[in-house]
């Protein structure tokens, strides 16, 4: 666990995989249902998730837990 600095951190390196599996998931069965904006795509009919980040996790409100794309990608 080195190079954890906060509960965010701990909770990425933890749950990173269990998390990406779960968004792949709804990503590949919802592509309709994704925030997008593209002037090519107006509608997607397929989606895959290579990767995300968590942004910040509110331990107040289990559900509140954001998700990103990491910088560059």
């Known amino acids: 666990m080195a190079g954890l600095n906060s509960f965010r951190d701990v909770i990425e390196d ?39 980040k968590v942004q910040f996790v509110n331990i107040t409100d289990p559900g509140s837990i954001v998700f990103s794309r990491p910088p560059g990608k």
């Open 14 to 52: 933890m749950f990173y995989n269990d998390i990406f599996n779960a968004l792949s998931a709804f990503v590949e069965d919802n592509p309709s249902r994704l925030e997008n904006n593209s002037y090519r795509v107006q509608n997607p009919d397929e989606a895959a998730l290579s990767d995300f």
